[in-house]
């Protein structure tokens, strides 16, 4: 292996490369997780390490989790604590209402699993070169090439949503030249059996219990039941077939003499039979299952599964395509771009890849009808992931599914909408059970089993756990999946009743403080701590900015939505008098958007959550142009903040100043985002960055940098949460010219816009529901075929006119 190491290392490219658009390549394998390429269909994912003699493809299956649904009456004390915490905030002792806010705790969530590893040994007797590997993002195929003695290998790798496999092919340039062993193994409990010539069968179960690796302490050791029937249930056929040459197979591996091809069929699946079923009782047939869409695959020659893989992956990446600055072309390893972007080189290209790499995680990692992304999306190697690899809704699940409306991939946002009515179910219970309230809560945790109460045991910190506003923000995706579509079907049957329930709930949590506005109490500001005006650290207190601009943002779509439904006139009044009476903004002392009830300092003045301008992305209530003085002091507040942060931070930053406009500081922080790291472990404050693979660093890897930088890009570019669609709203001057096409705006309009010399020069607007369109800009244009041309409005300019469902108009620099 050493030997073959250095070969590698001394090895050219296949060809002379130019970096091809929309890939990732390399000239060395994998050396760790963090450098593998990743495949997946939404629901089985695998990362391809590209290594020649001894290939590894880590495997996961999204709905592989540990334990089983949610059990109610875990602490039946907690809403006796309600009262006294409450009393303890107005007393200003913030420090005893953190403490007793840990007795309204319940159980940690659980945590998502591998399926485990297929390994291909080939034994070479000679060294390697014209090493070569890639992830060709355009048809979601992950490529390694080299030549040994002669003899280019090629493995194609690509995971198929039609067939519900996972797809290995090995190629030779030479006839008879394919020598192998295909070896499965999995980290959790199994059984592995031969079930043919060509096919290894393995069985198992997952955990009923997996503590988080956060806690600060060792964690408990991962609970197994005694028996290999407790906890979910998996199931994975591993086939191989092969043209020439001849098989045998052991519970050791399958081995392969002397093939002209082969292709390896990966099958999986769980008994995972919805959020509020035993997968154990009442889990589905995993075997069943899995040996179906393996005999489905078996049947087509993989020349008709590579056609329908990529028709199915090309129906939704194909509806967006982006030119910065032409594109142009670098002939560097991706590894290598990515480091000579980070030591300073300008490369728009690089910017489009990673633009256009964030579209090819969602489709590959979030389909219909299947569970939604993860904090890892569906890739994770470790049997106790960082923060249980699950779904953290104070920021990091919504983030996923921010590009999923703009970005054009809207039928992919619809696992966390259903996710949020799962919760609804959940949190009804954990609403009565923990505070005694009607309606429906959710906290910062949550897992595929829709599990909705504060976190913690008792010992997990307030200022994350009893966080009770996951619901309402997640209330914010329902509304805006009807605002892009326009979809009433969706309004009335599913997204009303949801923010129905959340109302009921916000709406019996809110009390009045001593100058009659409505706030939270208990309130965190997720996951920050402030000092008193008596030098006291505390981190619950009352009337957080986040919690009163996530309840203003509810409460305004639930008035809209009930108004346009004609549904619940008495509701509806009492929460438009209640708006009325919410605790307000407050600009503070430094000209910044105050984040707690009072205008106290963060222990961590540079701290990675910026949770208090939630109301100026996502949200819509703070504008440069409906609301310029909020926009400065959520301004002053980044400068305060700094650019430093996490990955994720970084990303939500990037959204932020885009909203305020400065298309250059939404930039900056784009390259700062995408900088080489190689980093393990974890650094909350200054550790974002981005892998040799494009995963973002947390550190460690955290998938929703990538989605809130893909989301940042399309800010940058097209914004229109107040009302307009706004064209190139914050251009930064580094991309002179570029081509966007496919993106979607409110109203369910479909946008393509060219610039040139850092100018609009034309636009294409596709209205696909029909209706008024306002259109903002910030350069002269006119409608094509029509005299109207826009009007100077504030910086900007603007035009409304009527549209005509499924009619595109074409929008002109108007010189």
Not at 616 to 633: M, N, R, W
């Amino acid at each position: 292996m050493k030997k073959l190491f250095i070969a590698l290392l001394l090895s050219s490219p296949l060809v002379a490369l130019s970096q091809q658009p929309l890939k990732l390549w390399y000239n060395q394998p994998a050396k760790r997780w963090t450098q593998a390429l990743p495949v997946g269909n939404g629901r089985l994912g695998a990362m391809v390490f590209g290594r020649p003699d001894d290939e590894l493809i880590q495997l996961n299956e999204s709905s592989l989790w540990s334990g089983g649904p949610v059990k109610g009456g875990m602490n039946p004390n907690s809403p006796s604590y309600l009262p006294q915490v409450r009393e303890a905030i107005f007393a200003g002792d913030y420090q005893k209402a953190q403490e007793l806010s840990k007795k309204m705790q319940g159980h940690y969530s659980e945590g998502y699993l591998p399926l485990g590893d297929i390994r291909i040994k080939q034994n070479f007797n000679g060294s390697v070169s014209n090493y070569y590997r890639d992830l060709n993002i355009s048809d979601a195929i992950a490529t390694t090439r080299f030549t040994i003695n002669g003899v280019t290998y090629k493995r194609e790798v690509f995971s198929s949503a039609p067939a519900q496999v996972i797809i290995v092919r090995l190629t030779a340039s030479k006839p008879n030249q394919l020598s192998l062993k295909v070896l499965a193994s999995t980290p959790l409990k199994n059984r592995k059996a031969v079930t043919g010539q060509n096919t290894i069968l393995i069985k198992g179960s997952a955990p009923t219990h997996v503590d988080p690796s956060y806690l600060g302490k060792k964690p408990n050791p991962i609970h197994y039941d005694d028996s290999l029937s407790k906890g979910m249930r998996y199931a994975w056929v591993t086939k191989v077939l092969n043209k020439g040459g001849a098989v045998s197979a052991d519970t050791s591996g399958i081995s392969i003499k002397n093939a002209s091809e082969v292709t390896i069929l990966i099958s999986a699946a769980t008994s995972y039979n919805g959020f509020d079923k035993s997968p154990v009782t009442e889990g589905k047939d995993e075997l069943a299952i899995s040996r179906k869409y393996l005999a489905g695959a078996i049947t087509l020659p993989y020349t008709s599964l590579l056609a329908a893989h990529l028709a199915d992956y090309h129906h939704y990446f194909n509806r967006v395509s982006l030119k910065l600055n032409n594109n142009e072309a670098v002939s560097l390893p991706t590894n290598e771009r990515l480091l000579a972007y980070t030591k300073g080189d300008k490369d728009a290209g690089l910017e489009s890849l990673f633009f256009q790499f964030g579209r090819y995680l969602l489709i590959s990692s979030s389909r219909p009808g299947g569970i939604p992304a993860n904090l890892q999306g569906i890739w994770n190697n470790e049997t106790r992931p960082p923060w249980s690899s699950n779904y953290t809704i104070n920021i990091n699940a919504q983030m996923n599914y921010w590009p999923a409306e703009t970005a054009n991939l809207s039928e992919l946002h619809q696992p966390l909408l259903r996710l949020t009515g799962e919760l609804a179910i959940t949190g009804k219970t954990t609403a009565k059970e923990f505070y005694n309230l009607n309606g429906w809560v959710a906290h910062h945790n949550s897992d595929i089993w829709a599990m909705s109460n504060p976190v913690g045991d008792g010992t997990g910190d307030p200022m994350w756990a009893n966080w009770s506003m996951g619901g309402d923000w997640l209330c914010r995706h329902l509304w805006d999946h009807y605002l892009f579509t326009k979809d009433e079907v969706f309004l009335k049957n599913k997204a009303y009743p949801l923010m129905k329930g959340a109302v009921d709930f916000t709406l019996g949590w809110l009390v009045k403080d001593k100058d009659g506005y409505w706030v939270t109490a208990p309130s965190g500001s997720p996951e920050n701590a402030f000092k008193d005006e008596n030098g006291k650290v505390g981190t619950i207190a009352l009337g957080s900015t986040m919690d009163m601009s996530i309840i203003r943002d509810l409460f305004a779509h639930f008035v809209t939505a009930s108004e346009k439904l004609g549904l619940d006139k008495a509701l509806r009044d009492t929460v438009i008098a209640r708006q009325a009476k919410l605790l307000p903004f407050h600009i503070g002392k430094k000209g910044n958007l105050v984040e707690w009830y009072k205008d106290w300092d963060e222990t961590d003045p540079h701290h990675r959550h910026v949770s208090h301008l939630y109301g100026l992305y996502p949200g819509e209530q703070i504008s440069p142009v409906t609301t310029p003085d909020l926009a400065a002091a959520a301004k002053k507040t980044l400068e305060l903040r700094g650019d430093e942060g996490t990955g994720w931070s970084k990303a939500w930053k990037i959204n932020f100043w885009a909203r305020l406009l400065d298309g250059n500081h939404a930039h900056k922080l784009l390259r700062d985002l995408l900088h080489l790291t190689g980093e393990d472990g974890t650094n909350y404050a200054s550790g974002g960055g981005t892998y040799a693979n494009l995963f973002d660093a947390h550190p460690p890897f955290q998938i929703d940098g990538n989605f809130g930088a893909t989301a940042g890009v399309v800010e940058m570019l097209l914004q229109s949460q107040t009302g307009d669609v706004y064209l190139l709203p914050a251009l930064p001057d580094e991309w002179k010219s570029g081509v966007i096409k496919g993106l979607k705006a409110r109203g369910n309009y479909e946008v393509g816009i060219s610039w040139a010399e850092h100018k609009l020069a034309k636009a294409s607007i596709t209205s696909v529901a029909g209706g008024i369109c306002k259109v903002r800009s910030n350069w002269p244009f006119k409608l094509a075929g029509n005299a109207a041309s826009a009007k100077k409005d504030g910086e900007s300019y603007l035009l409304s006119f009527q549209t005509q469902k499924g009619k595109t108009y074409q929008l002109l620099a108007d010189k």
